[in-house]
């Protein structure tokens, strides 16, 4: 089996959230697994590509719409990945130093057309065309619809939807730039009125995966305007929970934290990157220490932050640190909270991994107020790490923390207000309090597995289901 992953970002290449992570995750399972699996996604220009060197493997032209493009292909040298890794190099459109912008529809247009052209005239094809979100989705239409791609139309493509808020969304004026089609079938593009590459990977896709279980259910009822296709599309739909590469985020062997850690060791441990953060930050590493990382965006309940924060700095004796940037508003209303909460509270606006891994190895809790979460990955890296996290029980949320109260190992909110997660976070100072039963707790939420393996093996089995 041979299969090919399509995708926007990879992690460590490209990452700007937890797709990154999956892509360049589950393949490496996969190989492990004995499945030859590896990643397409564009060239761009960023740290990882400068630092890096790679081998032209191939050179043509595309056509999108009225224009040509000259594109390669690159291959990456000394390559460690754990899979093969295949960059899409169209100087124009996708060598930028950012992976979305306002030409996302002519950029992944282009790189999906370049993926086609570049399997069309591979000598062995992939078994399975594996998209991850819209970014990729007319790739499943194109196939078996496009007839420059009538040689690929009996392989299966699988789509993996990681977020259904973004659908990709352009107008009819454009359709002229998806290599020619049976016009009859156009309607299979549109969803609204709006080509929607998304629903058209719903529908035309021969499987579709959501990254957990929970928000393949929550999708039926909402799914930014797409309930009733998902709804309708069930049969072939399955949710299979996302895991985390356990290589990566590891407290024993990480890198980016100030003193790694074992089950054994993880008090001493987890205490040093305590201190580290808070004499970073100006914050008292004797208070418990709340923290978020994230995008800074409605869906992650970021809104609410500086409110939820504000009232829990005025009523608790507790230390917060934010990493995270987004929306300008609530950039600028997190930051100017800075002032008025000093030794309490610090933002750090902007994006840095490894930051993000010392706050999971140094924080008590992190807190995801999340509106929607297909998956979430943070609330495993904050388990693996020891940290509690704090959740609306929604999605992959609702799949992966248990509440305290029910023999679990977290804290559940059941709705994402500041009145619920400031009393989730009282719930979470008493449990702090009560030291013996928080440090045991540590212990064993740093053991929980939520490695690749389970999921890996349940792709694979969804990928037999289909040849
Ligand atoms: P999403 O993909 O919706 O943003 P996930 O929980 O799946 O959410 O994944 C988010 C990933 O991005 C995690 O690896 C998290 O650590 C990382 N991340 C988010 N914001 C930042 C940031 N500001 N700095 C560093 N890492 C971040
Ligand atoms: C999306 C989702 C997130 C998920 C990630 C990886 O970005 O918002 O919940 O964990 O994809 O699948």
Redesign the pocket.
């Known amino acids: 089996m041979n299969i090919i992953h399509v995708s926007a970002e990879c ?1 460590p290449i490209a ?8 892509v360049g995750a589950l393949p490496k399972y996969q190989n492990q697994l004995g499945v030859r699996s590896s990643v397409i996604m564009p060239f761009y220009d960023n740290k990882f590509t400068k630092s890096n060197s790679f081998t032209n493997t191939y050179a043509a032209k595309l056509q999108l719409g009225d224009t040509t493009y000259n594109y390669k292909i690159l291959t990456l040298d000394n390559n460690t990945l754990g899979f093969d890794l295949f960059l899409v190099d169209v100087p124009e459109l996708l060598f930028k130093d950012y992976v979305y912008s306002f030409d996302d529809t002519d950029r992944f247009l282009a790189f999906q057309i370049a993926v086609l052209d570049w399997i069309l005239q591979l000598k062995e094809k992939p078994t399975i065309v594996h998209c991850h979100d819209h970014h990729t989705g007319l790739i499943p239409f194109m196939m078996p619809h496009s007839h420059d791609y009538d040689k690929l139309k009996d392989i299966p493509t699988v789509l993996t939807i ?2 259904a808020q973004y659908q990709g969304w352009f107008s009819h004026d454009n359709v002229y730039k998806i290599p020619p089609f049976d016009f009859d079938k156009v309607g299979l593009l549109d969803w609204s009125h709006t080509i929607n590459p998304l629903a058209a990977a719903i529908k035309c896709a021969w499987k579709v995966t959501t ?1 957990s279980p929970s928000y393949m259910e929550e999708l039926k009822t909402a799914a930014n305007g797409l309930e009733s296709l998902l709804s309708h599309e069930s049969a072939k739909c399955i949710g299979i929970l ?1 895991g985390i590469d356990t290589n990566v985020w590891n407290p024993e062997t990480d890198d980016f934290i100030i003193k790694t850690y074992t089950e054994k060791t993880i008090e001493s441990g987890r205490k040093a990157n305590k201190k580290w953060l808070c004499d970073e930050f100006d914050l008292d590493a004797e208070k418990p220490l709340f923290a978020f ?3 800074l965006v409605g ?2 309940g970021a809104d609410l932050l500086p409110q939820i924060f504000e009232e829990a700095l005025q009523k608790y004796d507790i230390s917060i640190l934010l ?3 987004g929306s300008e508003d609530i950039q600028n209303h997190l930051r100017s909270l800075e002032d008025k909460y000093i030794g309490n509270y610090s933002a ?6 490894k ?3 010392i706050i ?1 190895a140094g924080a008590d809790f992190l807190l ?1 107020p ?1 509106r929607v ?7 495993m ?1 904050a388990l693996r790490y020891g940290t509690v996290p704090i959740v609306n029980k929604i999605g ?1 949320l609702k799949d992966t923390v248990v509440d305290i109260t029910e023999n679990g190992f977290g804290i559940c909110h059941e709705e994402v207000s500041v009145k619920s997660v400031v009393k989730a976070i009282e719930r979470a100072i008493e449990f702090y309090k009560d030291t013996q039963n928080f440090k045991k707790n540590r212990k064993l939420i740093s053991q929980i597995d939520h490695s690749w393996n389970a999921s890996a093996k349940q792709y694979i089995t969804l990928y037999e289901s289909l040849i």
């Open positions: 992690y990452k700007v959230g937890g797709l990154a992570d999956v990681h977020n990254v996302n990382i994230g995008r869906e992650k990493l995270g940037s750090f606006i902007g994006y840095d991994e930051l993000s891994h999971y995801m999340s979460e297909p998956c979430g990955l943070n609330q890296y992959g």
